[in-house]
Nanobody, 123 residues
Framework: EVQLQASGGGLVQAGGSLRLSCAAS????????IGWFRQAPGKAREEVAC????????YYANPAKGRFTISSDNAKNLVYLEMNSLKPEDTAVYHC????????????????WGKGTQVTVSS
């Protein structure tokens, strides 16, 4: 059974930090790029960051550049999203997703999606 479990969300003040984790199982982790996406109430889902397999190339959407860092622990099938300098507009449910052989930007056509974790940034 494919599972993608996001965790690490919570309530934080503006300017604070959080680290999200995505635990993957049930598929060959080495063949899939992993992306972080978020969806705020009333807004469309947007890609935040993506990490490719192989050389670990990272892609960041503009809102994440300079503040967020995506990384992976391939031995543990984990992908992290370190979020710093958080802003109220970062408030959303954050999901991780896996896409076969994605490279660079993940895009919305991912193969597997996990349940999200809520991130709330207070002003």
């Amino acid at each position: 059974e494919v599972q993608l479990q996001a965790s690490g969300g919570g309530l934080v003040q503006a300017g604070g930090s959080l680290r999200l984790s995505c635990a993957a199982s049930g598929f060959n982790f080495d063949d899939y790029g992993i992306g972080w996406f978020r969806q705020a109430p009333g807004k469309a889902r947007e890609e935040v960051a993506c990490i490719s397999r192989g050389d670990g190339t990272a892609y960041y959407a503009n809102p994440a550049k300079g503040r967020f860092t995506i990384s992976s622990d391939n031995a543990k099938n984990l992908v992290y999203l370190e979020m710093n300098s958080l802003k109220p507009e970062d408030t959303a449910v954050y999901h991780c997703a896996a896409g076969f052989a994605v490279y660079g930007r993940c895009g919305n056509d991912m193969d597997y999606w996990g349940k999200g974790t809520q991130v709330t940034v207070s002003s």
